[in-house]
């Protein structure tokens, strides 16, 4: 069942007296369940097209589709309270409340949602049942990223869209990251959508979006993902 479609997605911005086309007739679509990775290099135009599915941007041309639901429809208010949930995101840095705990950060997160999931069950699952008291500068950056999943997944939300969550790990830390991930999509049931230039982490996705100067270049299912932990780069 598909849980996203793009339909020719086109986002031009104006620099000047040059217009830059960010997405180009952008058109693809994600099922429930799937964990996909949409791939390409910087100024492929993945961010612009995570930002407009996340509903934080709106395309010039084009429409998505959530669940059968048109965001290309709805108001101020409608895409505000479809951000808060249905989607949760994890981004490269982990934006949390630098004055707040590991769980009043996802506390914070899920006292504006209706159906949110137990906080202590979520930190457990991510492996920080015994940090849920400690300040962001008392965690690494691996554990921070995953109070960030934490908060996305403790919302509830159908997706948990991505952008570049290894960026600002080592090798070691990322592939912890993508196996709680991983975790996270199968024991959950959650949709995950991951960003990312890294090429080796398509090997783990169920679907793979590439991408190229605003367009789809490759669109494949990959009947045989690996498990994170045999991912190398």
């Known amino acids: 069942m598909k849980i996203i479609e793009t339909v020719d997605l086109k986002k031009q911005y104006e620099m000047g007296e040059v217009f830059v086309k960010a997405l180009d007739g952008v058109s693809f679509h994600v099922n429930e369940g799937e964990f996909v990775v949409i791939l390409g290099p910087s100024g492929s135009g993945k961010s612009t097209l995570l930002n407009i599915v996340g509903g934080m941007d709106s395309p010039t041309e084009g429409d998505v589709i959530f669940t059968d639901e048109h965001l290309s429809g709805y108001n101020d208010k409608q895409l505000t309270n479809y951000r808060r949930t249905e989607v949760g995101f994890v981004f490269q840095f982990y934006n949390l409340m630098s004055n707040l705990t590991a769980k009043e950060n996802v506390?914070?997160?899920?006292?504006?949602?209706?159906?949110?999931?137990?906080?202590?069950?979520?930190?457990?699952?991510?492996?920080?049942?015994?940090?849920?008291?400690?300040?962001?500068?008392?965690?690494?950056?691996?554990?921070?990223?995953?109070?960030?999943?934490?908060?996305?997944?403790?919302?509830?939300?159908?997706?948990?869209?991505?952008?570049?969550?290894?960026?600002?790990?080592?090798?070691?830390?990322g592939i912890t990251i993508l196996e709680l991930l991983s975790k996270i999509n199968k024991t959950y049931n959650k949709t995950v959508v991951v960003i990312t230039h890294n090429a080796s982490i398509a090997e783990m996705a169920n679907r793979v979006v590439k991408m190229r100067s605003g367009k789809i270049i490759e669109n494949y299912i990959n009947d045989k993902p690996i498990s994170p932990e045999r991912i190398e780069w």
């Open 107 to 173: 506390e914070l997160a899920t006292e504006i949602c209706e159906d949110a999931l137990d906080i202590d069950k979520i930190l457990e699952d991510v492996g920080l049942a015994d940090r849920k008291d400690h300040f962001p500068s008392q965690m690494s950056g691996g554990e921070q990223q995953r109070v960030a999943i934490a908060r996305a997944v403790a919302k509830n939300p159908k997706v948990l869209l991505c952008d570049e969550p290894t960026g600002a790990l080592d090798f070691k830390t």
